[in-house]
């Protein structure tokens, strides 16, 4: 029992997922699972008022300009930002830093600061950067165990430092960084930060405003909401400056043959007809897991990460299983990312799928640049949400331990 999310929420919470079975699903940081209501919320768009935003006056569209209204807003509300014009919806996290990337101006030489654990999508945008204009990525250094290393922060910056961009919370071992820590020190410098939250906003309460973030980029499918619809929240300052990035219709507000006069936010950013099942998706997404508690979603994840761990300390002690993180499972959140000595990551996780039906994922999780440095082809990834239980853990972990005893 944890606070108000006991055993019994929990099942009634599983009811929620049609596609819940037999399955152990542990490959939630990769995507999860969707409950029924933003299923219905998708259906209630095609089924009740299918139409486009802002371009027809009929009753179809004026329902659907409610609707996504309404779903900036719960975005709005889930981050607490402070206006529903600082909610950029885009395909996925990808696409906000891409955005970002794209508008940001950097020229050559200009420098972005990142760490050595991003995902691809926070660190080829940068090195496609390097190689067309010339900018500088500057790569600080984490800690063996996988926790940011600040003194190694602080001394990436130059007089030429533009931007800071970097992982709240890491998909490689559920370590969240010290984002409030970053941006501070960031800003000392007039360094603007992008936070990619795709780890996080899923996991735990993300407010805006308490870590002063300037940019951040998350995505609908790994929040129960659908895939394809992903969120960038900007200061309303900056994204106001901001140059477009994706441009044609919905973002201009009159144009000539020679000459166009851009939107104001958030419609700036939004190029072209939209996925509205998916906003509105998201928002019930968001509704739902504010119903079931950001807060008793963080403590879940955490208290059935430190029961695996528990039930595999001796083969962690021995050295035959190697977790990547720190030891301490409240660092390491919904993560259990692990190495067994000597068996291949891909083969323990077809043997898991095949014998149980529990679902991992293993392999570089899109951090190759930071398993190549290491001479390592991956991990195998168990990622626990909030539906999973300790039944599962109990199972997952009987299964790897009979798993090492066949070697
Ligand atoms: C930390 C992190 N950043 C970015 C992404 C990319 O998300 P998407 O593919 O939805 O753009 C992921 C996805 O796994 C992630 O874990």
Known sequence: MFGLFSAEKIREARKDFPVLKDEIYFDNACMSLKPIQVINKLNEY???????????????????????????????????AKEDSEIIFTRNTTEGINLIANSFGLKKEDEVIISDKEHNSNLIPWLKL??????????????????????????????RTRLVSVIYTSNIDGVTNP????????????????VDAAQAVPSFEVDVRKIDADFLAFSGHKMCGPSGIGVLYGKKQLLEKLDQFLVGGETVQDSTYDSYIPEKIPNKFEAGLQDYAGIIGLG????????????????????????????????????????????????????????????????????????????????????????????????????????????????????????????
């Open 46 to 80: 095609y089924t009740q008022y299918t139409a486009c935003l802002g371009r027809s006056n009929h009753a179809f569209a004026r329902k659907l300009t409610e609707e996504i209204d309404k779903a900036r807003s719960e975005v709005r509300k889930f981050i607490n």
């Open 130 to 159: 390097k190689k067309t204009a010339g900018i500088k990525v500057v790569i600080s250094k984490t800690n063996d165990d996988g926790t940011f290393n600040l003194e190694n922060f602080r001394k990436s910056f130059s007089g």
């Open 179 to 194: 984002v409030k820590e970053i941006i501070k020190i960031s800003h000392l410098h007039k360094v603007p930060v992008l």
């Open 284 to 407: 019930e997404a968001c509704r739902y897991l504010r119903k079931i508690g950001m807060n008793n979603i963080s403590r879940h994840e955490i208290k059935l990460n430190a029961l695996l761990t528990n039930l595999l300390n001796d083969e962690i002690d021995t050295g035959k299983i190697k977790i990547l993180g720190p030891k301490d499972t409240k660092q390491r959140g919904g993560i259990f990312s692990f190495i067994i000595e000597g068996i291949d990551i891909h083969h323990v996780s077809r043997i898991l799928d095949s014998s149980k039906k529990i679902m991992t994922r293993s392999g570089a999780h899109c951090v190759h640049s930071w398993f190549n440095a290491r001479n390592l082809n991956g991990s195998v990834r168990a990622s626990l949400y909030f539906y999973n239980t300790e039944d599962e853990v109990r199972k997952f972990a009987e299964e790897i331990q009979k798993i090492i005893k066949l070697g």
